[in-house]
C-alpha cells in the first residue's frame, strides 16, 4: 500500500506540475522569435542617394572653380610682370631690383592666399562629410536603440564585375560574407534622412535657397 501512495504522489506531482507549465504558457502561443542583434548599412549606398550632399559639395566646387579662375588671373598677372620687368629694366640695375623685389612680395602673398584658400574648400567639404556622417549615425543610433540591435556593420550591395575591377576590389575587401535581407537596414535609413530633409526644407522661409 505503502509502494502504490509514493507511486501515486509521483505521478500528480510530474502532472500538476505540467498543468503549471501549460498554464504558464498561454494556448496557441508560439515561441517568441528572436530578434537579430546584429544589422548592416551599404554607407557608400547612403552616401550617393543622400538627398543634400551632392547639392552641398557641387556648391563648394562652383565656388573652387570661381576661385581658381580669380587666382589664376592673379598668377598671370604676377607672370606678365616680370616680363615686362625685363624688357624694362637691365638686371642688376637698382631699378631693377626694387621691382623685382615687389613682384616677389606680389608672388608671397599670391602663394600664401592659395594654401588659404585650398585649406578652407578642404574644411568646407570635410564639414559636410562630418555632417552627413553624423545624420547616418544619428538614424542607426535611433534604429538600433528601439529594435534591440547591438552591432551595425558596413556591407556594398554593389555586385562584382569582372568589367569593372573595382566592384571587385569593394566586395572582397568587406568583412561581412553574407547576411540576411532582413538585416539590412540601408533603405530604412535613406528614408528618414529624405524625411528629415524634407522637413528641413519646408521649414526654411519662402526665396531662402542657399546652401547650408
Known amino acids: ?3 502504490w501512495s509514493l ?3 509521483i505521478v500528480l506531482g510530474s502532472f500538476s506540475g505540467s498543468l503549471v507549465a501549460q498554464e ?8 517568441a522569435a528572436a530578434r537579430p542583434i546584429v544589422g548592416v548599412i551599404d554607407m557608400g549606398y547612403l552616401l550617393k542617394n543622400h538627398p543634400t550632399m551632392k547639392a552641398e ?3 563648394i566646387e562652383t565656388s573652387m572653380k570661381a576661385a581658381d579662375e580669380s587666382m589664376s588671373a592673379k598668377r598671370d598677372s604676377i607672370l606678365k610682370q616680370m616680363e615686362q620687368l625685363r624688357e624694362k629694366y637691365t638686371e642688376g640695375t ?3 631690383d626694387r621691382e623685382e623685389k615687389a613682384i616677389a612680395s606680389q608672388d608671397t602673398e599670391f602663394r600664401l592666399e592659395l594654401v588659404k584658400m585650398r585649406k578652407e574648400f578642404d574644411s568646407s567639404r570635410a564639414n559636410v562629410l562630418v555632417k552627413v556622417y553624423s545624420e547616418i549615425t544619428h538614424w542607426v543610433k535611433y534604429l538600433s536603440d528601439n529594435m534591440g540591435i547591438q552591432l551595425v556593420m558596413r556591407i556594398t550591395r554593389e555586385k562584382m564585375d569582372a568589367s569593372k575591377p573595382e566592384t571587385v576590389q569593394m566586395v572582397m575587401s568587406q568583412d561581412v560574407l553574407y547576411y540576411s535581407p ?3 537596414y540601408t533603405d530604412w535609413v535613406l528614408k528618414a534622412l529624405q524625411n528629415e530633409a524634407a522637413k528641413t526644407a519646408n521649414a526654411r522661409p519662402a526665396g531662402n535657397t542657399q546652401t547650408r
Open 1 to 3: 500500500m505503502r509502494i
Open 7 to 9: 507511486v501515486a504522489t
Open 24 to 31: 504558464a504558457q498561454p494556448a496557441g502561443a508560439q515561441p
Open 57 to 59: 559639395i557641387d556648391a
Open 94 to 96: 637698382p631699378e631693377y
Open 182 to 184: 532582413t538585416v539590412d
